[in-house]
């Protein structure tokens, strides 16, 4: 079945970076871009940036600029979110999301989320 | 940027009441308007996209309806199993921005 499976969770400490990753099975990889969303605790969703597996552009939010990185690699079908410099705000879980273009760019698939603690 | 807001808040309500959420864009994002229901600590689960049309598995209490500027989302029968927290999002352009999300309780 279609389905995007995540990293596990993470703790780390401020000023250092985390690596996410999510691996995407039953659909052609390369087909649909995927996004990365983040959920602070008890607050709303915050979209990041988008990538597209098959060349691999990205599209980073203004407040994300600088500090992350979304990668891929299609041998293994995976894709990667990279957060530098982490802060206590950054504590949050963080989801990969499927867009399907024949939704109109709708997030039709999501991963389990990632939960990425930052704390000295 | 385009800002997304969604009202109420946050919503208490019965089972079998009828529900209707609006969500408010900033500028024109035509049909760009999806709806995810999300549960406690559960990832968001997409509902309706392109506005209005239902995503596969959804029940058919679930509407939605608008285009340009306002949208709705409608829930025609509360079951318990709706209480949830529901988020708008437009997908016309990036940034992909999400409404501040209604938390749906049990009056």
């Known amino acids: 079945q279609v389905q995007l499976v995540q990293s596990g969770a993470e703790v780390k400490k401020p000023g250092a970076s985390v690596k996410v990753s999510c691996k995407a099975s039953g659909y052609t990889f390369t087909s649909y871009y995927m996004h990365w969303v983040r959920q602070a605790p008890g607050q709303g969703l915050e979209w990041m940036g988008i990538i597209n597996p098959s060349g691999g552009s990205t599209s980073y939010a203004q407040k994300f600029q600088g500090r992350v990185t979304m990668t891929r690699d299609t041998s293994t079908s995976t894709v990667y979110m990279e957060l530098s410099s982490l802060r206590s705000e950054d504590t949050a879980v963080y989801y990969c999301?499927?867009?399907?273009?024949?939704?109109?760019?709708?997030?039709?698939?999501w991963g389990q989320g990632t939960m990425v603690t930052v704390s000295s | 940027d385009i800002q997304m807001t969604q009202s109420p808040s946050s919503l208490s309500a019965s089972v079998g009441d009828r529900v209707t959420i609006t969500c408010r864009a900033s500028?024109?994002?035509?049909?760009?308007l999806n709806w995810y229901q999300q549960k406690p600590g559960k990832a968001p689960k997409l509902l309706i996209y392109?506005?209005?049309s239902l995503q596969s598995g959804v029940p058919s209490r679930f509407s939605g309806s608008g285009s340009g500027t306002d949208f709705t989302l409608t829930i025609s029968s509360l079951q318990p199993e709706d209480f949830a927290t529901y988020y708008c999002q437009q997908s016309y352009s990036t940034p992909h921005s999400f409404g501040q999300g209604t938390k749906l309780e049990i009056k």
């Open positions: 999301a499927r867009a399907n273009w024949g939704s109109l760019g709708a997030f039709d698939i």
């Open positions: 392109a506005a209005s």
């Open positions: 500028q024109s994002i035509s049909s760009y």
